[in-house]
């Protein structure tokens, strides 16, 4: 058998295989990287949600002490209803999105921040245990959502860094872009939640 009348069929087969395993190797990589933003994003979105819950359990405690400021609790008890409005789906953030989405949580963040302050002035509060407990794991939360937060640009650095590069994007045209979190103004840092509550009261 003449096999060399065969032989650019065999080399024209060779090349589809290289390039279709080619291929099929850029899209599991890039299906990886995507997967590893929605984790990502699943844990903002849970450190958010511990936030949000422990914001709840904060004013229940809140609003047992006397007198205390009604407008200070109805702003934050309205900002983290906003937030709590707002959902993205993983697959398609948009930077409008997510900049309504971080603007939203910044707005709770600073409600809290001005509820927290509030507290100096009534020592039943900066007292009582609950109240404590609840402040510090607001502090520890909030150093989560800054991990959290950090982690998933990291994921999308990569993700972008991959399916924007060539020549792989000649062959990812349905993988888009994805945004990043960005600093809203004055949230360079988390929120201040920690109190001298060993402070004698001024008479």
Known sequence: MDFKKFLPWIIGIGLVLIIAFYVMGVKNTALRFNQATEKEWGNVNTAYQRRNDLIGNLVKTVQGAADFEKGTLTAVIEARSKATA??????????DQLAKFNQAQAGVSSTLSRL????ERYPELKSNENFLKLQDEL???????LTARTRFN????????????MPQSFFLGSYK????????AGAEKAPDVKFDFDKKESK
């Open 154 to 165: 990291e994921s999308v650095q990569a993700y972008n860094g991959y399916v924007l590069a």
């Open 177 to 184: 872009e994805k945004a990043y979190f960005q600093a809203v």
């Open 139 to 145: 502090a520890s939360t909030e150093n989560q959502i």
């Open 86 to 95: 707002i959902t993205i789906d993983p697959k398609n953030i948009t930077p």
């Open 116 to 119: 927290l302050v509030s507290v």
